[in-house]
């Protein structure tokens, strides 16, 4: 089960790095800029498949292989991302990273 892992690898990261940051505004961009660097990652084979290939080549490699359980962790990090963001879950990473973080910000 990659989700449960995933979300404690978070968690842990966010309690080991928020420290370093003064402000609750400055936290709060900790988990985004952890997903965006992982999702980032994630995509460059992606990218350059779509380029040397097409976007046929790059949908046919990315179902089977390594590209293929790539992508599925993948969309399983951006959802365990979205998952701990979200309003609606009163977790760890709500209370302690949203909470006190405006709309605007």
């Not at 892992?5 to 988990?31: D, N, S």
């Not at 084979?45 to 976007?55: A, D, E, I, M, N």
């Amino acid at each position: 089960m990659v989700p449960l892992p995933l979300y404690t690898a978070m968690v842990v990261y966010y309690y080991l790095v928020a420290p370093r940051f003064e402000t609750e505004k400055q936290r709060a961009y900790l988990l985004s800029t952890l997903s965006a660097s992982v999702m980032s990652c994630i995509s460059l084979p992606f990218l350059w498949t779509y380029v040397t290939r097409g976007f046929e080549g790059m949908y046919t490699v990315g179902q089977e292989g390594w590209m293929g359980r790539m992508a599925e962790v993948g969309v399983i990090t951006f959802g365990v991302y979205l998952f701990g963001k979200s309003p609606f879950f009163v977790g760890v990473m709500y209370a302690d990273c949203i909470a006190d973080v405006s709309v605007c910000t």
